[in-house]
Protein backbone atom coordinates (compact mmCIF):
# COMPACT_ATOMS: atom_id res chain seq x y z
CA UNK A 1 0.00 0.00 0.00
CA UNK A 2 3.00 2.45 0.35
CA UNK A 3 2.87 2.97 -3.47
CA UNK A 4 -0.93 4.48 -2.77
CA UNK A 5 0.26 6.99 0.43
CA UNK A 6 2.61 8.31 -1.74
CA UNK A 7 0.62 8.93 -4.69
CA UNK A 8 -1.87 10.77 -1.68
CA UNK A 9 0.85 12.88 -1.03
CA UNK A 10 1.00 13.99 -4.53
CA UNK A 11 -2.40 14.23 -4.50
CA UNK A 12 -2.14 16.50 -1.35
CA UNK A 13 0.11 18.97 -2.69
CA UNK A 14 -1.36 19.67 -6.06
CA UNK A 15 -5.18 19.88 -4.42
CA UNK A 16 -3.58 22.12 -1.90
CA UNK A 17 -2.02 24.59 -4.37
CA UNK A 18 -5.30 24.54 -6.36
CA UNK A 19 -7.01 25.38 -3.23
CA UNK A 20 -4.65 28.57 -2.47
CA UNK A 21 -5.14 29.89 -5.98
CA UNK A 22 -7.97 27.89 -7.35
CA UNK A 23 -11.39 29.33 -8.55
CA UNK A 24 -13.93 28.48 -5.61
CA UNK A 25 -17.08 29.75 -7.40
CA UNK A 26 -20.19 27.39 -7.70
CA UNK A 27 -19.92 24.89 -11.16
CA UNK A 28 -23.37 24.19 -13.31
CA UNK A 29 -23.11 20.97 -12.40
CA UNK A 30 -24.35 18.71 -8.84
CA UNK A 31 -22.59 15.20 -8.18
CA UNK A 32 -25.07 11.59 -7.28
CA UNK A 33 -25.83 12.61 -4.10
CA UNK A 34 -27.42 16.15 -5.76
CA UNK A 35 -24.65 18.34 -4.31
CA UNK A 36 -23.77 21.52 -5.97
CA UNK A 37 -20.49 21.31 -7.18
CA UNK A 38 -17.72 24.04 -7.09
CA UNK A 39 -15.04 24.20 -9.81
CA UNK A 40 -12.49 22.91 -7.24
CA UNK A 41 -14.61 19.62 -6.96
CA UNK A 42 -14.48 18.56 -10.53
CA UNK A 43 -10.27 19.99 -10.56
CA UNK A 44 -9.84 18.06 -7.26
CA UNK A 45 -11.67 14.70 -8.77
CA UNK A 46 -9.52 14.97 -11.80
CA UNK A 47 -6.40 15.55 -9.78
CA UNK A 48 -7.27 12.06 -7.71
CA UNK A 49 -8.06 10.18 -10.63
CA UNK A 50 -4.67 11.38 -12.55
CA UNK A 51 -2.57 10.26 -9.67
CA UNK A 52 -4.83 6.97 -8.70
CA UNK A 53 -4.42 5.68 -12.25
CA UNK A 54 -0.77 5.72 -11.65
CA UNK A 55 -1.11 3.06 -9.25
CA UNK A 56 -0.61 -0.71 -10.81
CA UNK A 57 -1.53 -2.34 -7.43
CA UNK A 58 -5.17 -0.76 -7.41
CA UNK A 59 -8.22 -2.58 -9.29
CA UNK A 60 -10.71 0.22 -9.49
CA UNK A 61 -11.20 3.33 -8.00
CA UNK A 62 -14.64 5.49 -7.27
CA UNK A 63 -15.27 9.06 -6.60
CA UNK A 64 -18.30 10.64 -4.26
CA UNK A 65 -18.61 12.75 -7.27
CA UNK A 66 -19.02 10.28 -9.69
CA UNK A 67 -21.88 7.53 -9.92
CA UNK A 68 -19.63 4.59 -11.24
CA UNK A 69 -16.43 3.25 -10.36
CA UNK A 70 -13.24 3.84 -12.70
CA UNK A 71 -11.06 0.91 -13.69
CA UNK A 72 -7.42 1.41 -13.04
CA UNK A 73 -5.42 -2.38 -13.55
CA UNK A 74 -7.36 -5.56 -13.93
CA UNK A 75 -4.92 -7.32 -11.96
CA UNK A 76 -4.73 -5.03 -9.28
CA UNK A 77 -5.48 -5.85 -5.70
CA UNK A 78 -7.12 -2.52 -4.14
CA UNK A 79 -10.34 -0.66 -4.46
CA UNK A 80 -10.21 3.03 -3.31
CA UNK A 81 -13.13 5.03 -2.45
CA UNK A 82 -12.30 8.71 -1.77
CA UNK A 83 -13.83 11.90 -1.59
CA UNK A 84 -11.43 14.59 -3.44
CA UNK A 85 -12.88 17.80 -1.72
CA UNK A 86 -14.68 16.97 1.40
CA UNK A 87 -16.71 20.03 3.21
CA UNK A 88 -15.98 22.21 0.00
CA UNK A 89 -18.34 24.72 0.19
CA UNK A 90 -15.94 25.90 2.96
CA UNK A 91 -13.10 26.86 0.94
CA UNK A 92 -15.17 30.27 -0.07
CA UNK A 93 -14.93 31.12 3.62
CA UNK A 94 -11.76 29.89 4.20
CA UNK A 95 -12.13 27.24 6.77
CA UNK A 96 -10.15 24.02 6.50
CA UNK A 97 -11.28 21.75 3.98
CA UNK A 98 -9.77 17.95 3.34
CA UNK A 99 -9.29 14.54 0.85
CA UNK A 100 -11.12 11.12 2.08
CA UNK A 101 -9.58 7.99 0.93
CA UNK A 102 -10.52 4.13 1.69
CA UNK A 103 -8.87 1.39 0.69
CA UNK A 104 -10.66 -2.19 0.16
CA UNK A 105 -9.94 -5.39 -0.96
CA UNK A 106 -12.81 -7.00 -3.04
CA UNK A 107 -15.23 -5.52 -1.82
CA UNK A 108 -16.46 -1.56 -0.59
CA UNK A 109 -17.89 -3.46 2.64
CA UNK A 110 -16.79 -1.83 6.01
CA UNK A 111 -15.70 -5.25 7.22
CA UNK A 112 -13.50 -5.25 3.49
CA UNK A 113 -11.63 -2.03 4.33
CA UNK A 114 -8.10 -2.75 4.94
CA UNK A 115 -6.45 0.71 4.82
CA UNK A 116 -7.53 4.58 5.21
CA UNK A 117 -6.01 7.91 4.70
CA UNK A 118 -7.01 11.50 5.13
CA UNK A 119 -5.21 15.02 3.80
CA UNK A 120 -6.35 17.90 6.08
CA UNK A 121 -5.78 21.32 3.49
CA UNK A 122 -5.55 24.23 6.28
CA UNK A 123 -2.82 26.44 7.74
CA UNK A 124 -0.35 23.33 7.45
CA UNK A 125 -0.96 20.59 5.04
CA UNK A 126 -1.19 17.47 6.78
CA UNK A 127 -1.90 13.64 6.41
CA UNK A 128 -3.08 10.76 8.30
CA UNK A 129 -2.49 7.29 7.14
CA UNK A 130 -3.34 3.99 7.92
CA UNK A 131 -1.50 1.05 6.03
CA UNK A 132 -0.66 -2.22 6.29
CA UNK A 133 0.92 -1.79 10.11
CA UNK A 134 -2.31 -0.71 11.61
CA UNK A 135 -0.88 2.23 12.58
CA UNK A 136 -2.25 5.91 12.47
CA UNK A 137 0.46 8.27 11.65
CA UNK A 138 0.32 11.84 10.78
CA UNK A 139 2.71 13.35 8.48
CA UNK A 140 3.44 17.21 7.80
CA UNK A 141 4.88 18.95 4.41
CA UNK A 142 7.32 21.15 5.08
CA UNK A 143 6.91 22.55 1.78
CA UNK A 144 9.58 20.28 0.01
CA UNK A 145 8.14 16.74 1.74
CA UNK A 146 6.18 15.39 4.03
CA UNK A 147 8.25 14.40 7.65
CA UNK A 148 6.82 12.03 9.86
CA UNK A 149 5.61 13.64 13.13
CA UNK A 150 4.07 11.39 15.35
CA UNK A 151 1.78 8.17 16.15
CA UNK A 152 -1.82 9.07 16.68
CA UNK A 153 -3.77 8.08 19.94
CA UNK A 154 -6.77 8.46 21.78
CA UNK A 155 -7.21 8.55 25.42
CA UNK A 156 -10.58 6.75 27.06
CA UNK A 157 -12.05 10.05 27.31
CA UNK A 158 -11.85 13.75 25.43
CA UNK A 159 -12.86 17.07 26.24
CA UNK A 160 -14.43 18.20 22.70
CA UNK A 161 -18.00 18.00 21.02
CA UNK A 162 -19.01 18.14 17.43
CA UNK A 163 -22.57 17.75 17.18
CA UNK A 164 -23.30 17.94 13.32
CA UNK A 165 -26.86 17.85 11.37
CA UNK A 166 -30.06 20.62 12.25
CA UNK A 167 -30.47 20.80 15.72
CA UNK A 168 -34.02 21.68 14.52
CA UNK A 169 -34.32 17.78 13.85
CA UNK A 170 -32.65 16.33 15.64
CA UNK A 171 -34.36 13.31 17.80
CA UNK A 172 -35.12 14.89 21.18
CA UNK A 173 -32.93 12.03 23.03
CA UNK A 174 -30.09 12.62 21.23
CA UNK A 175 -30.68 16.54 22.09
CA UNK A 176 -30.66 15.02 25.67
CA UNK A 177 -27.83 13.57 25.08
CA UNK A 178 -26.10 16.59 23.54
CA UNK A 179 -27.10 18.72 26.29
CA UNK A 180 -25.54 16.28 28.68
CA UNK A 181 -22.13 16.16 27.42
CA UNK A 182 -21.98 19.99 27.41
CA UNK A 183 -23.45 19.97 30.85
CA UNK A 184 -20.16 17.57 31.93
CA UNK A 185 -17.88 20.71 30.40
CA UNK A 186 -17.08 19.56 27.14
CA UNK A 187 -16.81 22.10 24.70
CA UNK A 188 -17.95 23.02 21.15
CA UNK A 189 -15.80 22.24 18.11
CA UNK A 190 -17.55 22.15 14.89
CA UNK A 191 -16.75 23.64 11.81
CA UNK A 192 -19.24 21.69 9.33
CA UNK A 193 -15.86 20.16 7.98
CA UNK A 194 -15.96 16.24 8.86
CA UNK A 195 -12.30 16.14 8.00
CA UNK A 196 -10.72 19.19 10.31
CA UNK A 197 -13.60 18.60 12.56
CA UNK A 198 -12.33 14.70 13.31
CA UNK A 199 -8.72 15.83 12.60
CA UNK A 200 -9.26 17.97 15.79
CA UNK A 201 -10.28 14.98 17.89
CA UNK A 202 -7.63 12.57 17.01
CA UNK A 203 -4.93 15.22 17.57
CA UNK A 204 -6.31 16.34 20.84
CA UNK A 205 -6.80 12.85 21.96
CA UNK A 206 -10.47 12.37 22.20
CA UNK A 207 -13.78 13.51 22.46
CA UNK A 208 -17.13 12.98 20.01
CA UNK A 209 -18.08 13.62 16.44
CA UNK A 210 -21.94 12.87 15.77
CA UNK A 211 -23.79 12.88 12.04
CA UNK A 212 -26.47 11.50 13.44
CA UNK A 213 -30.39 10.06 12.09
CA UNK A 214 -32.26 13.09 11.92
CA UNK A 215 -36.51 13.60 10.97
CA UNK A 216 -34.60 15.12 7.70
CA UNK A 217 -32.01 12.60 6.93
CA UNK A 218 -33.03 9.24 8.98
CA UNK A 219 -30.37 7.71 7.39
CA UNK A 220 -28.10 10.38 7.86
CA UNK A 221 -25.56 12.36 5.78
CA UNK A 222 -22.26 11.07 5.39
CA UNK A 223 -21.63 8.79 2.81
CA UNK A 224 -20.35 4.84 3.95
CA UNK A 225 -17.64 4.56 0.99
CA UNK A 226 -15.78 7.34 0.92
CA UNK A 227 -15.98 9.03 4.49
CA UNK A 228 -17.66 7.08 7.13
CA UNK A 229 -15.74 3.66 6.40
CA UNK A 230 -11.96 5.26 5.84
CA UNK A 231 -12.61 7.46 9.57
CA UNK A 232 -14.41 4.46 11.27
CA UNK A 233 -10.97 2.60 10.48
CA UNK A 234 -9.06 5.44 11.51
CA UNK A 235 -10.30 6.38 14.59
CA UNK A 236 -10.71 2.39 15.96
CA UNK A 237 -7.09 1.98 14.93
CA UNK A 238 -6.02 4.97 17.08
CA UNK A 239 -7.86 3.32 20.18
CA UNK A 240 -11.04 4.94 19.84
CA UNK A 241 -14.80 4.14 18.37
CA UNK A 242 -17.02 4.53 15.45
CA UNK A 243 -20.90 3.20 15.97
CA UNK A 244 -23.79 3.95 14.10
CA UNK A 245 -25.40 4.66 17.04
CA UNK A 246 -26.04 0.96 18.03
CA UNK A 247 -23.60 -1.40 16.64
CA UNK A 248 -19.79 -0.78 15.50
CA UNK A 249 -19.74 0.85 11.62
CA UNK A 250 -17.02 -1.08 10.08
CA UNK A 251 -19.81 -4.45 10.56
CA UNK A 252 -21.77 -2.08 8.18
CA UNK A 253 -22.07 -3.14 4.39
CA UNK A 254 -24.20 -0.92 1.20
CA UNK A 255 -26.68 -1.70 -1.19
CA UNK A 256 -25.69 1.52 -3.46
CA UNK A 257 -22.61 3.19 -3.99
CA UNK A 258 -23.25 6.34 -2.44
CA UNK A 259 -25.57 5.33 0.79
CA UNK A 260 -25.43 7.04 4.25
CA UNK A 261 -25.28 5.88 7.65
CA UNK A 262 -26.00 7.81 10.97
CA UNK A 263 -21.94 7.98 12.59
CA UNK A 264 -20.32 8.73 15.60
CA UNK A 265 -16.75 8.56 16.15
CA UNK A 266 -14.46 9.50 19.50
CA UNK A 267 -13.35 8.16 22.45
CA UNK A 268 -14.29 4.76 24.06
CA UNK A 269 -16.42 6.67 26.85
CA UNK A 270 -18.17 8.94 24.60
CA UNK A 271 -19.23 6.09 22.34
CA UNK A 272 -20.56 4.28 25.17
CA UNK A 273 -22.57 7.43 26.06
CA UNK A 274 -24.24 6.84 22.48
CA UNK A 275 -24.92 3.23 22.55
CA UNK A 276 -26.66 3.43 26.13
CA UNK A 277 -29.00 6.40 24.43
CA UNK A 278 -29.56 4.91 21.43
CA UNK A 279 -30.08 1.38 22.22
CA UNK A 280 -32.81 2.78 24.97
CA UNK A 281 -34.21 4.90 22.08
CA UNK A 282 -34.54 2.47 19.11
CA UNK A 283 -35.09 4.10 15.76
P1 LIG B 1 -20.02 19.73 1.94
O1 LIG B 1 -18.99 18.84 1.32
O2 LIG B 1 -21.28 19.86 1.16
O3 LIG B 1 -19.47 21.06 2.40
O4 LIG B 1 -20.50 18.98 3.28
C1 LIG B 1 -19.50 18.67 4.22
C2 LIG B 1 -19.99 17.44 4.94
O5 LIG B 1 -20.20 16.40 4.03
C3 LIG B 1 -19.01 17.01 6.02
O6 LIG B 1 -17.70 17.38 5.76
C4 LIG B 1 -19.54 17.71 7.28
O7 LIG B 1 -19.26 17.01 8.47
C5 LIG B 1 -21.04 17.75 7.01
O8 LIG B 1 -21.22 17.73 5.61
C6 LIG B 1 -21.63 19.02 7.58
O9 LIG B 1 -23.03 18.93 7.33
P2 LIG B 1 -23.98 20.03 7.98
O10 LIG B 1 -23.69 21.30 7.22
O11 LIG B 1 -25.35 19.49 7.76
O12 LIG B 1 -23.63 20.15 9.45
Not at 94 to 117: H, Q, T, W
Not at 206 to 218: H, Q, S
Not at 246 to 264: A, K
Request: glycine residues 12%.
Amino acid sequence: MKEILEAIQKIGVRIDSQIKRGETDKAQSFNTSGDQQVKLDILSDQIVEEELKKVSSIKEIISEEKSQPVEVNGKGEFLVAYDPLDGSSLVDVNLSVGSIFGIYRGDYKGENIVGAGYIVYGPRLELVWSGEDGKVILYRWDGEKFNRVEEVKLKEKGKILGPGGTQAKWYPFHKELIDSLFQEGYRLRYSGGMVPDIHQILLKGGGLFAYPATTDKPKGKLRRLFEVFPFALIVERAGGKASNGTRPLLELGYSSYHDTTPCFFGSSYEISRVEETYSANPL
